[in-house]
């Protein structure tokens, strides 16, 4: 299908209820004129909630749910895991040879604590094929500067991996995925896993799409902590296309206003209600 957007989520059982109101907020955004492909990839992820998460596919756009275990399971003793951050933050780093393998040169990533504001596909009209990732610059404090530096990087070039759109073709071509395994293995502890290993191998070919695609709410009530150069892009946003509710939860408590996002959509999800009881 020639208009078909494909978007690509990580879950859990853990994230199945945040997941459904990402999908719903996509599923209320989109055009009906275009076909998305959902597609879900997960280890674990019990057969209730794929039959709750199915539900909520409509004419338009289809749910495909991928246990990706086989598909890493000869790297699982490399993956360095701590906080939140388990196993599955590294399946996005395998996540272009799948799709070349299915025949989809180019798809968008979502983590699934966010919730979409517009139809997605409206992101595809930020790139073209002159970068092989984009994404939206992380929203850097001091601190996040100085450790991005230590990894030989520059934070106005070191992009948030929550929203992304990859080019399967050009990933694989430049064998993206070998050389991140190598960096796993040569360095196993990293702060933010697979986001700093993919900027590390994506270096240089990474292009910047605008920060209203990727705001991470956290520090948005003290802007005074960003970066200058983060700061000044992050003011002139006035309507944010997608909400990223990076380390703290709306679900968990209510850093600002933009939390209403996440309660707006998770109020009008017909089976949220069935995930918390």
């Not at 078909?4 to 990580?10: D, E, G, L, N, S």
């Not at 907020?25 to 009906?32: R, V």
């Not at 989809?104 to 990732?133: A, P, R, T």
């Amino acid at each position: 299908m020639n208009n078909t957007i494909t978007v690509a989520c990580v879950t859990n059982d853990g994230y199945a209820p945040y997941l459904s109101t990402a999908i719903y907020s996509i599923i209320t955004n989109s055009n009906s004129n275009k076909h998305y492909d959902l597609f879900v990839f997960f280890s674990s992820l019990s057969k209730d909630n794929i039959d709750l998460l199915s539900t909520l596919q409509t004419e338009n756009v289809t749910i495909h749910f991928e246990n990706f275990d086989n598909f890493t399971k000869e790297y699982d003793s490399l993956f360095y895991t701590w906080a939140h951050y388990t196993k599955e933050s590294y399946y996005r780093l395998f996540l272009p040879k799948y799709f070349e393998e299915i025949g989809i040169d180019k798809f968008i990533y979502l983590d699934v604590d966010l919730v979409v504001n517009c139809d997605i596909g409206e992101l595809l009209n930020e790139v073209d094929s002159s970068y092989s990732v984009y994404g939206a610059l992380n929203y850097s404090t001091a601190e996040d500067a100085e450790y991005i530096q230590s990894l030989g990087l520059s934070y106005l070039n070191y992009i948030n991996a929550g929203v992304m759109v990859v080019d399967s073709k050009q990933f694989n071509q430049r064998h993206y995925l070998n050389k991140a395994i190598e960096i796993i293995r040569q360095r196993r502890k990293f702060i933010y896993i697979d986001q700093d290993i993919l900027n590390l191998v994506c270096s240089g070919d990474i292009g910047l799409v605008s920060p209203s695609w990727n705001m991470q709410w956290n520090n948005l009530d003290c802007p005074e902590k960003f970066m200058p150069e983060v700061r000044d892009a992050v003011m002139q946003i006035t309507q944010p296309r997608i909400v990223h509710y990076t380390i703290d939860k709306p679900w968990n408590c209510m850093l600002n206003h933009y939390g209403e996002f996440y309660h707006k959509y998770a109020a009008m999800n017909p089976v949220y209600k069935f995930f918390t009881k």
